[in-house]
């Protein structure tokens, strides 16, 4: 294990220069030698630890993926540093240090997005009402009881729903906890629901904070269309506990995402506030998905005619544009060992498409 609790100080007395961390998430690992006779910590108020941590910390050197030691009740428990920001930021007085165990050390946050808005093409409407969450996430405070705390992404799979959020949390610089619905389903029951009680905990310790909840109709699903487990029960309970603002979270917004709207339990759709829809691009979006993705091809593009592959792709969404008919035609060309990618290729992988939606190719696509 490599430490980073040792304390960079200088000859004055005075901390090192550089920049204090804002936000420290560590996981307990444990010691480095075991023992039966070893006792193991368990933090039952956090705001104590966290106080506590900061004190014997103070003046570290927080760099993910190493470790800190506790040197006072526990000496040489090792917490593993999970996050940081900013990265190889030092521990002041004014960090915020959160612990997390088990399933919440497993939630993957994203700090940082590398998605823009335009990134996303079409969904004009879809933009356009985010604005308003947009607002909320810069400014929380000025909203009161009318934010808008639970927004409803719904349309096809594949028509930029994900891409959205994660633009919408680089837009206005906060961090997102993308997470499928299905994680949250526990082997035993109960636990499903503590996983939701901390998922919340961890975004209102980084709040303002998006928590992005995809394939959401795998946990709430309409009555009528299953029968109700009891840990999907407590799963969906919990949920509902937390959207309804029973515990105030100020500063999150949950973005739920599902491509099956009228399958969802109704006690779960009258919790959002905001239905947002996304639409299957229009020929004239599709030209521009494929013009978008093929710049970015190892390879060059010779002879290919993009408006009667956008032409034939009626009914294709983004991501099987890219996925079926872009990757397919480049990964022959490699396959083949081609110095581009030609209209041939493209003929190819739009025929395997298009024969296995039952669909005959009569005209060539190159040039």
């Known amino acids: 294990m490599q430490r980073t609790d040792q304390k960079n100080i200088r000859e004055d007395g005075s901390e090192p220069a550089g920049s204090t961390a804002k936000l420290l998430i560590l996981e307990p690992v444990g010691y480095p030698l ?11 108020n956090s705001s104590v630890f966290e106080s506590y941590a900061r004190e014997q910390w ?3 050197i927080a760099r993910k993926g190493e470790y800190l030691f506790d040197r006072r009740m526990y000496p040489d428990f090792a917490y593993g540093i999970k996050e940081v920001e900013p990265p190889g930021s030092i521990i002041g007085k004014e960090t915020l240090i ?3 165990e088990d399933s919440a050390a497993n939630l993957v946050v994203e700090y940082h997005c590398n998605v823009c808005f335009d990134d996303v093409i079409g969904q004009d409407t879809a933009k356009q009402k985010c604005k308003l969450i947009e607002k909320y996430l810069r400014e929380p405070e000025i909203f ?8 409803l992404f719904y349309g096809p799979s594949g028509t930029g729903k994900t891409m959205l959020a994660k633009a919408l949390a680089n837009k206005t610089n906060v961090p997102i906890i ?9 082997e035993y029951v109960g636990e499903g629901a503590r996983q939701i009680h901390q998922l919340y905990d961890r975004a209102e310790d980084m709040a303002p904070c998006i928590i992005f909840i995809d394939e959401l109709d795998a946990i709430a699903l309409d009555r009528r269309h299953q029968e109700i487990r009891g840990d999907i029960a407590e799963i969906v309970n919990a949920l509902l506990t937390e959207m309804d603002g029973i515990m105030e979270r100020d500063g999150i917004c949950t973005i739920g995402a599902t491509n099956r709207m009228s399958s969802l339990d109704p006690a ?16 004239e979006e599709r030209i521009k998905i494929l013009e978008a993705n093929i710049t970015t091809f190892p390879l060059p593009v010779k002879g290919v005619n993009i408006k009667k592959i956008a032409a034939m792709t009626r009914g294709f969404s983004g991501r099987d ?12 060309a490699i396959v083949e060992d081609r110095d581009e990618v030609s209209g041939k290729h493209f003929e190819e992988s739009m025929g395997k498409v ?3 939606n039952g669909t005959v190719m009569d005209n060539r696509m190159y040039s």
């Open 34 to 44: 075991s023992s039966v006779l070893d006792d193991h910590p368990e933090i039952e």
């Open 58 to 60: 103070n003046g570290c």
């Open 178 to 186: 993308p997470i499928k619905a299905t994680q949250l389903i526990g």
């Open 268 to 283: 779960v759709r009258s919790r959002f506030e905001e239905e947002i829809e996304f639409s299957l691009p229009t020929e």
């Open 98 to 100: 959160i612990v997390h």
């Open 354 to 356: 298009l024969h296995k």
């Open 144 to 151: 009161g009881k009318w934010a808008p705390r639970n927004v």
């Open 321 to 332: 544009l890219v996925e079926k008919v872009l990757k397919t035609a480049l990964h022959q």
